[in-house]
């Protein structure tokens, strides 16, 4: 028995062991074929959104070094280690692709480009969101979009491409562009009434920092449900700019470049000499011997020139998977239409972003500069000289010297070639932006975000008044000089918290900001007397004045402001249907009183997207309907100095500024600014509604926004208040109250789209309505400000505007035009009823309308037709006033033997003694529609693998405008207090024609 249970069990266990040795047999061979089955060659090809193959594609393996890129054709192959590897495809200006390997061999890849991710992801301040996702009233233009053409700020690139949005620039290269957005509302000028702009998260960066080809997209925050998060600063609304990056592994060079020739789209027709000296022996007059040498000169041909542009742009940049780096440098150069003006800038731009830990840090640094030279002439002089100057004499004597006649009166009574050639002005600015950033990923969801920033802006203003000039006579060379440094520090840390549960997206803010502006570091000085003028004004100390008095300094006194924040934002969308976002922030800063160094500005608002809802899917020609709402509180902090709300002592302005101190003369000291404790920001709310709407699977989208903003605590430096409680007569204090109500409405509509044609139109047209509601309270008492002091002939004292309740900011009052009486004179219409023929008093001026345009539209078009594009802009102002005083100081037939006149003023009688005087018969409408931009363009897609596109293209720029204006352009200055003024300051608009090129490789 046990001999054979011991036979068995050898039996047995020789089976079982031949068994397993057979099962491990089959299972090596298995792996063998499973490995052999993972570790193998993917080929596929991957393609544009019109099966176009896209060569120079990155293919990686995600996680690993191996690497590939698709051929001339688009096809690639690369090899996998297992099922579960990811292919990742990567192409600048194309939105990235993660494909799972699994059980594929052939892969056919479509990558989208990337202009639709940049209009689907929208910038909203220390953060993003899409498109669909926002609440509040936010217009996103990406660089496909901007405008063409020689732009010497990055402003003139949204001209008529946002609803709501004004932006009027002139021909001068060295002018800033005035941006008004959604009405006027505030009583200051400068940076009070402009936008806020943040650069790449930098808060209050300069805008000329950039170059526009350096700028991928702009977003613009319009109502306060969106701009509150920006508190003190955001009462004109916010415009955030996103710079060019390098895209996931990629690397990248570009350069994009342009030619350019500029002339003036339109002249004064001012009289010939011929035509003159017949106007006046028609009518028994003659010019004096010293006014009359026989000549016939246009001096608006001397003073004008055509004017060459250039730019070039070069970038370069790469990305790997935990680095991007990129750097460019820009060159501009801007020879303006009248001689001697001009803009060169160079903008050199690098940054580099590293990331650590399995990317959990990531550090990141950006350096931009800008260094400009612009050239300018005394502008207020010369644009009216060239008009007013007689033609009947010649630019210089025999001996060369230039040919002047001081003793002349009138209004042109300085040779213009002489204004622009014997004064000169330089201003160098140099800026520079260094700015640092940290992001740490704590946990699933939760970032933090640090960021340093410093601004530098160093400018460097001269002007010198040479031994000839006639605006220094008898001085032997005035030199002014001015150095003046700005510095900025931002100081930011904030948390990011994205959370999805179920239906439920939650995304939460919590952040503090420091800043400190020093501004006015530096010094102005006047000073006069050299010995020759070959230095011009680059050695003042050569001067030699004979008198003390004859040295003056600049008053403008160093300044550090400090403003330190808290804030927070909550957002939380539920099953992509109710939309809610609120936000708070709290600001401090050391430019107001110490009652009110504090301030919150809360925001909420609301969408429901309708188009996610059942019953919507019985209306299939609506593709996207979302509704929403909003109301916040924003501030006006901008342009303010630390000591606004201070006593501040100085030299006084009134009465003596010297006196005799123990036999010395000294400058006196006194007080120059009351105190007041009271002293905070303006405020202003905003209600906005908002639809937004796709029709025809999104083939026409838009939106429409109704707002009502009201600010309030309006800062006013004139208020009346007695000197037995105060130092001085007036003070600085928060009083006022303005509105603006309106409506936008921007649409954009895919017309046409076939393998080879497209056509897009986007059309979009805003309508504000402005009104001034108060100007006093119990205390601060005041019925109107004047404005507008033009003068003129017998018009120094007269104002032309007037700020009071019940009408628009930039309200003309004006006296009443009657015509003509039978001898010709022109009469008006005094306060009593009266028509009379002699000048009105200052009390019969009358309303007469405002300079705020009623509605303002843009129309942008864009084809293509195979590799060519087309692409053209319409925009304008309907329902606007502009005041031709220009017009107004020409029209002197009585006085043309002092100064010329334009040929309109033949038709008028040499007896008219009062037809300059300005009144309503010179307010005319400044309705325009402007045909501002064209643009051909031709791509080329060479097989070469290192070329990814070129393209070539010619811009039109002002090819013509439609208006009744009668000056040189319609689009004058809309900032400021005094809007829709042309008073012989207009630098003439420009009409351009530029051919460039555009090259990715």
Request: aromatic residues 10%.
């Amino acid at each position: 028995m046990r001999k054979n249970y011991k036979l068995i069990f050898v039996v047995t266990h020789y089976f079982q062991w031949k068994g397993i040795l057979s099962l491990l047999l089959m299972l090596a061979i298995s792996v063998c074929s499973f490995a052999q089955q993972q570790h193998r060659i993917i080929k596929g090809k991957v393609t544009d959104e019109s099966n176009g193959g896209l060569p120079g594609v990155t293919v990686r393996v995600k996680g690993t070094k191996i690497a590939t890129s698709t051929n001339q054709d688009g096809n690639f192959s690369i090899q996998v280690n297992n099922f579960q590897d990811i292919l990742v495809f990567n192409m600048l200006g194309t939105i990235s692709k993660e494909i799972t390997a699994g059980n594929n061999s052939d892969l056919n890849i479509t990558l989208v480009t990337d202009s639709k991710l940049l209009k689907d992801v929208v910038v909203i301040g220390y953060g993003t969101s899409s498109k669909k996702d926002l609440t509040g009233a936010v217009t996103s233009i990406n660089s496909e979009e901007f405008n063409q053409g020689v732009m010497t700020s990055p402003a003139q690139l949204l001209q008529g491409k946002v609803a709501g949005l004004n932006v009027t620039k002139s021909g001068d290269p060295n002018a800033k562009a005035s941006t008004i957005l959604r009405g006027p509302s505030t009583l200051r000028e400068g940076a009070a009434q402009e936008p806020f702009y943040v650069i790449d998260g930098v808060p209050g960066a300069s805008i000329d920092l950039l170059a526009p080809a350096d700028i991928e997209s702009i977003d613009i925050l319009k109502d306060a449900s969106s701009t509150a998060i920006y508190g003190s600063r955001a009462a004109n609304g916010v415009i955030i700019v996103t710079t060019k990056r390098s895209k996931g592994g990629q690397s990248r060079l570009s350069y994009s470049g342009y030619g350019a020739v500029e002339s003036v789209s339109k002249k004064y027709d001012m009289l010939t000499a011929p035509e003159l000296r017949q106007y006046l022996k028609d009518n028994n007059q003659k010019l004096n011997l010293i006014d009359d040498d026989g000549s016939d000169t246009n001096w608006q041909k001397l003073l004008e020139r055509t004017g060459y542009s250039q730019n070039h742009n070069l970038s370069y940049g790469g990305s790997g998977q935990s680095s991007e780096y990129g750097a460019s440098v820009n060159y501009f150069d801007n020879q303006g239409i009248l001689k001697n003006t001009s803009l060169k800038r160079t903008i050199v731009r690098a940054y580099v972003n590293q990331k650590f830990f399995n990317d959990r840090l990531k550090l990141g640094v950006t350096i931009t500069n800008s260094s400009s030279t612009g050239n300018d002439i005394y502008q207020s002089t010369a644009l009216s000289n060239m008009l007013f100057y007689l033609p009947t004499v010649s630019p210089f004597n025999a001996d060369g010297t230039y040919k002047e006649n001081y003793d002349r009166t009138g209004s042109g009574t300085r040779n213009p070639l002489s204004v622009v050639d014997n004064n000169s002005v330089k201003n160098v600015n140099n800026k520079t932006l260094i700015n640092g950033i940290a992001q740490v990923n704590i946990l699933s969801g939760l970032k933090f975000t640090a960021s340093l920033s410093t601004q530098k802006d160093q400018n460097n203003a001269s002007s010198y008044l040479n031994s000839q000039s006639g605006l220094a006579r008898g001085v032997s060379g005035q030199a002014i000089k001015a150095d003046v440094l700005n510095k900025s520090e931002v100081i930011e840390g904030y948390f990011n918290y994205d959370k999805v549960f179920g239906k439920h997206n939650l995304k939460l803010l919590g952040g503090y900001s420091w800043q400190e502006d020093r501004t006015n570091d530096g010094f102005g000085v006047t000073t006069q007397g050299f010995s020759n003028d070959n230095l011009a004004a680059n050695n003042i100390f050569l001067s030699n004045p004979s008198l003390l008095s004859q040295i003056t300094f600049a008053n403008t006194p160093i300044s550090t402001l400090r403003l330190i924040s808290f804030y927070g934002r909550a957002q939380y969308n539920y099953n992509e249907k109710y939309l809610f976002q609120a936000s708070l922030r709290k600001d401090g800063s050391s430019a107001f009183g110490k009652n009110n160094r504090w301030g919150l500005f809360p925001a909420v608002s609301a969408g429901w997207r309708i188009i996610s809802e059942d019953f919507m899917k019985s209306l299939p020609a609506i593709s996207d309907l979302k509704l929403r709402a909003g109301y916040g509180k924003s501030g006006n902090s901008l342009g303010f100095d630390a000591f606004s709300a201070l006593l501040v002592y100085g030299t006084p302005t009134i009465g003596s500024s010297k006196y005799l101190n123990n036999g010395v003369i000294s400058n006196a000291i006194g007080p120059v600014r009351n105190e007041n404790p009271d002293l905070k920001w303006e405020s202003t709310s905003t209600a906005n509604i908002g639809l937004d709407f796709g029709l025809l699977n999104n083939r026409i989208t838009g939106s429409v926004d109704y707002y009502i903003k009201k600010t309030s605590d309006l800062i006013y430096s004139e208020y009346a208040v007695s000197t037995t409680q105060f130092a001085l007569p007036i003070i600085t204090a928060n009083v006022g109250k303005i509105k603006n109500t309106g409506i936008e409405l921007a649409l954009s509509a895919l017309v046409v789209k076939t393998k080879d044609f497209s056509w897009t139109t986007s059309p979009n047209i805003a309508h504000n309505k402005n009104v001034v509601e108060t100007l006093s309270d119990d205390f601060y008492k005041i019925s109107y400000i004047q404005t507008a002091q033009l003068g003129g002939k017998g018009q120094s004292g007269n104002y032309s505007q007037v700020v009071q309740p019940g009408e628009a900011l930039g309200t003309f009052k004006l006296w009443n035009y009657a015509g003509k009486n039978a001898a010709g004179v022109s009469t008006y219409i005094n306060a009593a009823g009266q028509t009379i023929a002699t000048q009105p008093l200052t009390s019969d001026a009358k309303i007469a309308g405002n300079a705020q345009p009623k509605y303002i539209y843009g129309w942008n078009n864009n084809f293509t037709y195979k590799k060519w594009d087309l692409s053209f802009l319409v925009r304008g102002v309907l329902g606007n006033k502009i005041l031709n005083a220009t017009a107004a100081g020409l029209n002197t037939p009585a006085d043309a033997k002092l100064q010329n006149i334009p040929r309109s003023t033949l038709g008028e009688s040499f007896n008219d003694v009062n037809a300059y005087l300005i009144s309503d018969r010179y307010l005319e409408s400044g309705s325009y529609l402007r045909l501002d931009n064209a643009t051909l363009g031709y791509t080329i897609k060479p097989k070469v693998q290192a070329i990814k596109a070129v393209r070539l293209y010619f811009t039109a720029n002002n090819l013509f405008v439609i208006t009744k204006y009668s000056g040189l352009d319609p689009e004058i200055n809309i900032g400021g207090l005094t809007p829709g003024i042309d008073n012989n300051n207009y630098y003439p608009k420009t009409r351009t024609f530029s051919l460039g090129v555009n090259a990715s490789f």
